[in-house]
């Protein structure tokens, strides 16, 4: 009982061993789940999964329909009908006979009770005076709806972009924050340890706990802020909400002596690129069609006619046994538009007015994107001239602070002189991050503003 006892508690132990082994290598492998998001793959997972993206292509889709249905107005209409009828009294047909001395006219009932026919027609457009311009107005349409799109996914990259860079800044945000964080905890025991010795005042020690204090909360108020931008990512690019990501590309900064276009440059790139410009140029062409079909209502419309039809009558039910003769036709039908309560001279007014509305908006779009062009140009050569100036301070910061940290560590320099430089250096450091990130968002508004991804 003994041995058996062993046994059994050996073979639990091993159990218990292998179990915690399976739960460890599950662990491990957790990780291995989280999605590895290059910027790059990151717009591009937003133009193929955004929801706001795959309207817009919809939209496209909805628009060649509707270049179909144009074409249709080319194409012959052929339809089929037919019809049973059953009379509880012979149909009746008048004209019968002489006149009666009343003035009634006489009528006869004759033919079966029971009818149908079955008739096909083909119905060929010669001359359809709405048909070229509405094929020209849905094409310039469909166009119109691929410029929609490219403009869209133009947004959605430069937004993309812009949220992937908020993360990373927030990340190198909380890293110089845990920094500075380091720094006034050791100044805080510092002033301890000296306060201990009698060797310092109470009311450094006091200033130092206050400076550690106001830093905890804003460590919390950037970690809420990296989950919030990192949700608004995730919507963006279309993967669960629960899918977890971190971001492999680092904050590096561009050559910011880098050439940057001419306002004439960018204006007229984005004049020839941006999907939302083009769009609107359009609108003008779409219009004079607009106008084209309404003056066609006035027009008359020419088709080409054909029937053959099959008709029988009989006897209670028995079209077994019936006659089915067929009649054929061809012929040409003319529609004359003569009057129809002055609408078709509204509608020619109407798209008109349009027209001249369109061209009067494209002006002032050209208008707006010259005042865009300014202002993203402006914006970002101020960006480059702030960066440049950040970036001699913060080295300053540094170095005022080694300086005074080393005077502080021989005795020269009091806590205060050294607090002083900490939180110099700490701001120095936040404004250089804020300007790269200032000069790198104006370059992705540059980018969307000139149509580029």
Do not use: W
């Not at 329909?65 to 089929?80: E, F, M």
């Not at 001279?345 to 208008?367: D, F, M």
């Amino acid at each position: 009982m003994t041995q058996y006892s062993h046994k059994y508690f050996i073979y639990t132990l091993i159990g218990f061993v292998l179990l915690c082994l399976v739960s460890y290598l599950a662990q491990a492998q957790e990780p291995a789940s989280v999605m590895r998001l290059k910027l790059q793959d990151a717009v591009a997972l937003a133009i193929r999964n955004n929801r706001d993206v795959k309207v817009s292509a919809l939209s496209i889709e909805r628009s060649q329909q509707q270049t179909r249905i144009a074409r249709s107005l080319y194409l012959p209409t052929i339809s089929a009908n037919a019809q049973v009828a059953h009379y509880f009294s012979q149909p009746v047909f008048f004209g019968f006979g002489q006149e009666e001395s009343d003035g009634k006219i006489p009528y006869g009932r004759f033919g079966g009770n029971d009818q149908a026919f079955a008739a096909l027609n083909v119905i060929q457009p010669l001359y359809a005076p709405t048909a070229r311009a509405e094929n020209v107005r849905s094409k310039l349409l469909e166009q119109e709806s691929k410029l929609a799109l490219s403009n869209k996914e133009t947004e959605i990259a430069a937004y993309v972009k812009l949220l992937y860079l908020q993360i990373l800044v927030l990340n190198e945000r909380i890293h110089l924050q845990k920094e500075s964080l380091g720094r006034n905890m050791k100044a805080l025991q510092d002033a301890k340890s000296l306060l201990a010795q009698g060797r310092a005042l109470r009311v450094d020690t006091l200033r130092a706990y206050t400076s550690v204090k106001n830093l905890e909360p804003e460590l919390l108020q950037l970690s809420n802020a990296i989950a919030v931008n990192k949700l608004q990512l995730r919507t963006q690019i279309g993967i669960d909400s629960l899918e977890d990501f971190v971001l492999t590309d680092s904050l590096i900064l561009p050559d910011a002596d880098q050439s940057i276009p001419s306002e004439e440059e960018v204006f007229n790139e984005a004049k020839s690129k941006r999907g939302d410009i083009q769009a609107i140029a359009l609108q003008p062409g779409i219009k004079e069609q607009e106008i084209t079909l309404a003056k066609a209502g006035k027009r008359p419309a020419v088709s080409l006619a054909g029937q053959y039809m099959i008709q029988t009558q009989a006897s209670q039910m028995n079209y077994f046994n019936a006659y089915y003769p067929s009649t054929t036709f061809i012929g040409a039908q003319v529609n004359v538009p003569i009057f129809s309560g002055n609408s078709n001279n509204a509608r020619i007014q109407q798209a008109s007015i349009a027209q001249k509305q369109a061209v009067i908006q494209t002006e002032n779009a050209y208008l707006q994107l010259r005042t865009e062009v300014k202002q993203v140009v402006s914006g970002l050569n101020e960006t480059i001239a702030r960066l440049q100036t950040r970036t001699t301070v913060k080295e300053t910061a540094q170095m005022s602070y080694d300086i005074t940290q080393y005077r502080y560590a021989k005795g020269v320099a009091s806590r205060l002189e050294l607090t002083d430089a900490e939180l110099a250096l700490t701001t120095a450091q936040s404004n250089y991050l804020e300007a790269v990130y200032d000069y790198l968002s104006a370059r992705i508004s540059l980018a969307r503003t000139t149509g580029r991804q």
